[in-house]
């Protein structure tokens, strides 16, 4: 095999060898340490160590001294160690459907397209009722197009001597339509019951118009005004009564950060009966799908039957399930 190369190149190489006593002792000739030198320096030494390979091959007597000035030509590189890569302890929660892979999977396979929650709580009440009791709740949401649906549900029950002195549930249903970015119009229907509240049933209607203050991802804060229906019934012997009146409503949700938001609504019903309704939810993530929550509900019945009381107050703090 003849290997040509250009005459720069030789006496590059020859003009190196006097500055290397011990390389020209070895038995290796100037045309292939020349040669060497080149490879070395040509790509990063990509093709060096097929080089040398072909001169041990080409001349398998000077085997040592070639492995020995490519050492010195191009010695090898140092290891650099691999990072430490730190493997953090699996949670509780890893491998069951609390987990966030869990709870996707089951979120797939039960009411596919919507994002749910389930909630179980203790709850403290003061106003109509004083006590201690058990509570529980859902919120099913989903946006199809223009579209962004919400259905949510509670019940909240409780019994002293094997006799029920809490029974409060309700469900509701809230559709809003985008008109675009910044404004939309929405509708809801909800239904309450309250055994030992304010009221003993309601049946709440209303349509209006919503402007989004601010969308993005800290803040989001949306107002909403337009006409409402209340159906209620005061005490469970009485028939319903009908009052139309104007409701406005305010939702505003903090992202705190990436694990903890806080959230607050407010409606207020202003008509032949006046009707205010506030609830804070505070939400910290604890382990994969589950989160802790601290709620502050406060409900204001102006026109609450005589003997009732117009205020009620519930603090919960639950276990919110999110799949």
Not at 15 to 27: D, K, R, Y
Not at 59 to 74: F, G, L, N, S
Not at 97 to 106: L, V
Not at 255 to 269: A, H
């Amino acid at each position: 095999m003849t290997i040509r190369f250009s005459k720069t190149a030789l006496t590059i190489g020859l003009f190196c060898l006097p500055l290397l006593p011990t390389i020209a002792q070895a038995e290796v000739t100037p045309e292939q340490f020349n040669l060497l030198v080149v490879a070395a320096e040509k790509d990063g030494g990509r093709d060096f160590a097929i080089l040398v390979d072909l001169l041990i091959a080409a001349h398998p007597e000077d085997e040592a001294e070639i492995r020995k000035i490519a050492t010195q030509v191009m010695p090898e590189p140092v290891p650099v160690p691999e990072p430490v890569v730190e493997v953090s302890s699996p949670s509780p929660a890893e491998g069951t459907i609390f987990s966030d892979n869990g709870a996707k999977q089951f979120g797939q396979n039960f009411l596919p397209g919507w994002d749910k929650e389930v909630e179980v709580n203790g709850l403290f009440t003061t106003g109509n009722t004083r006590q201690n009791s058990i509570g529980a709740a859902a919120k099913f949401q989903r946006e199809a197009g223009p579209y962004k649906q919400t259905v949510s549900t509670y019940f909240d029950y409780n019994t002293s001597n094997s006799i029920a002195n809490k029974r409060r549930y309700g469900v509701a249903f809230k559709n809003d339509y985008s008109i675009n970015d910044v404004s939309y119009i929405t509708g809801f229907a909800g239904f309450e019951g309250d055994s030992f509240g304010a009221f003993n049933k309601r049946l709440t209607l209303n349509a209006g118009y919503g402007v989004k203050v601010f969308d993005n991802d800290t803040y989001k804060w949306s107002v909403e005004g337009g006409p409402a229906i209340l159906m209620t019934k005061p005490v469970d012997t009485a028939d319903y009564e009908t009052d139309i009146t104007a409701y406005a409503s305010s939702l505003f949700i903090w992202n705190i950060n990436d694990r903890s938001d806080l959230e607050n609504e407010t409606k207020v019903f202003i008509g032949s009966k006046v009707v205010v309704e506030n609830k804070t939810d505070y939400t910290i993530k604890v382990s994969g799908a589950l989160s802790g929550k601290l709620s502050l509900d406060i409900l204001y019945n102006r026109d609450a039957p005589l003997g009732r009381k117009t205020t009620d107050t519930i603090t919960r703090i639950g276990v919110l399930y999110d799949f």
